[in-house]
């Protein structure tokens, strides 16, 4: 079995890191950093986003887990006193994989051309000159014309991140769907948006459409990127999944809780 080990960068996440690589080299596994088999991220749930998009591209055979160093995270849900045990899992069992959806955007330009993105949390539209104002399309059909802050699209792994700041629900990872909320919407006499978070499933989408000649701002998880030759924006539930290495159940409620509510 090939893995590669990715740390945060500190150095508690760095000796962590040391000592698990060593552990599975003693093991006979082969490190690879190309076609890695597992894929181990120690930090926090940041640095599982960026493994996830350093791999991105060969979903269907690298799996990840996540070790935390700091706070629990929802990716990197194992505690550094695991880590043997952690290891024992990886080296004496099955690779068992548990899948979570995928937010699909695809951004049409002016020029005709169109560039794909994958993210494992969501995608935020902004414009730093002024309001963002697009039409907002579901299925093919207009919904709403948004004027406000962006629109944030996100997973259902994604919706305890910035999703939740904006008063979005949680969604359980097994869900196949979206969910679309606002970022401090424009209503008065004029302007009039739904103003609650919808969540669409894997057969629908939602398109967004620029009403004025803007530069956007739109970020893919933990990237962010200027376009101003947007021509419109289409998110679904993507057909690919990222899939997470499952060697003890630790379930979604009980993470939202110790997250959010009180650590047990
Ligand atoms: P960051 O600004 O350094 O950290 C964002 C925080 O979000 C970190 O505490 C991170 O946990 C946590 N996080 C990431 N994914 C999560 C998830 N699925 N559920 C719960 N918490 C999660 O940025 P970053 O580390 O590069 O992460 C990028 C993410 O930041 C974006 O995808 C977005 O969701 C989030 N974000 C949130 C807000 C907001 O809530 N107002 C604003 C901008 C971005 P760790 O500490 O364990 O890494």
Redesign the pocket.
Known sequence: MKFFVLS?GDQTSDQLSALMKQKLLNHDFIYEADTPDIVITV????????AFHQYVHRLNETAFVGV?T???????DWRPQEVERLVYYITSQELETVDYPLLEVTIEHKTQDTQRYL????C?VKTVEGSLVVDVEINDEHFETFRGDGLCV?TP??????????GGALLHPSLPAIQMTEMASINNRVYRTIGSPLVFPAHHTCKLSPVNDRSYQI?I??LTFMDNEVKEILFKVAREKVRFARYQRFPFWKRVKE?FIDET
């Open positions: 945060r930090g926090g749930d940041g640095t599982l986003l960026n935390h700091g706070h629990l995270g929802f990716y990197a993210s494992l949390n969501e935020t996100a792994s994604g919706s305890t991140a910035y999703n939740k700041s904006l970020s998880d933990h997250s």
